[in-house]
């Protein structure tokens, strides 16, 4: 049974920094694509972040670039994504999700397989 438990998430005030960890079991997903998804209060859920299967290629949401980096250990199966300087906007339940292919998506439909998500809340 494939599992995603993500750990992490709390209360910060704004400026501060909080790393999320995104544990997979049940099989490896060193070949395929990961992602960070958010979904704030009244919002809809929407992409964060990727990772290729190694790793290597990275995609960010225009609003988190410069300030987010997502990185994973095959090793471990985890995925990390690293938030400094935060903001209230921000403020969010963040979900990780393993795609169907390499790459993975900004789409969600393309990730069959999710977390039960890790609530992130940064004050002002």
């Known amino acids: 049974q494939v599992q995603l438990v993500e750990s992490g998430g709390q209360l910060v005030q704004a400026g501060a920094s909080l790393k999320l960890s995104c544990v997979a079991s049940g099989r490896t997903f060193s070949h395929n694509g990961m992602g960070w998804f958010r979904q704030g209060p009244g919002k809809d859920r929407e992409f964060v972040a990727r990772a290729s299967g190694s790793g290597v290629v990275t995609d960010y949401l225009d609003s988190v670039k410069g300030r987010f980096t997502i990185s994973r250990d095959n090793v471990k199966n985890t995925l990390f994504l690293q938030m400094n300087s935060l903001k209230p906007d921000d403020t969010a339940v963040y979900y990780c999700?393993?795609?169907?292919?390499?790459?993975?998506?900004?789409?969600?439909?393309?990730?069959?397989?999710w977390g039960q998500g890790t609530q992130v809340t940064v004050s002002s």
């Open positions: 999700a393993a795609s169907k292919d390499y790459y993975g998506s900004r789409q969600a439909s393309e990730y069959p397989y």
